[in-house]
């Protein structure tokens, strides 16, 4: 199973990024997906998930500004960011199970 995010860059405080998931080796239909990240000399924190069922769960610090998604013909999970802020500064992870990606660089200017 690999999993390999996309879709990091800047963007100004308030503004939006959407960020993909691609997954290899299993289906994302069947498993759950979560979302993580980590700041910068901070500890990996979980962010959502998405399961099987297609139920999306979040943390309370991102709660009603992120939204996690899929699209299972294309085998992808989406993690869509909003008014985002920079304190939102850090690398986003998927996750399954305990296969990660490779991470992608999200960067919030104030």
């Known amino acids: 199973v690999q999993l390999m995010e996309s879709g990091g860059g800047e963007v100004q405080a308030g503004g939006s990024l959407r960020l993909s998931c691609e997954v290899s080796g299993i289906s994302v239909g069947s498993h759950d997906i979560n979302w993580h990240r980590q700041a910068p000399g901070e500890q990996r924190e979980w962010l959502g998930v998405?399961?099987?069922?297609?139920?999306?769960h979040y943390a309370d610090a991102v709660q009603g500004r992120f939204t996690i998604s899929r699209d299972n013909a294309e085998n992808t999970v989406s993690l869509q960011m909003n008014s985002l802020k920079p304190e939102d500064t850090a690398v986003y992870y998927c996750?399954?199970?305990?296969?990660w990606g490779q991470g992608t660089r999200v960067t919030v200017s104030s």
């Open positions: 996750r399954w199970l305990t296969t």
């Open positions: 998405i399961n099987r069922s297609g139920a999306t």
